[in-house]
């Protein structure tokens, strides 16, 4: 399936032909799927996340999977388990929330994110 950056194109022009859908495509099961998701593997990482309060109030109303689960910790912290799909976006969002996130599992995810973000800091010293 091809995938353009629709925000990249400056123009566009009608076709002489009628676009073709796959036989069975639904559009979105594709999407919740993950069809549109930078894929590292055709596995699932189970997450296990250490978050500060604030962070996680928004992961109660847009939950990461259907079987996250949220506890608070004996730190105020909020931790949270969950299944979703091992892909590029899920490492660009933790990274995203810096300080405010740890990664307890799974292991190599956190040893990449650990190393990522030293790296970073490394720039600023």
Known sequence: MLQLALHRLLAAEPLETRARRPEGFDLAHYVDEGGLNFTLSDGSLTLELLLDPETAFHLRETPLSQDQVMEETADRRVRLTATVADTAQVRWWLLGLGDQVEV?????LRETIATTLRQA???YD
């Open 104 to 108: 307890i599992s799974p292991q190599s």
């Open 121 to 123: 800091a490394a720039r």
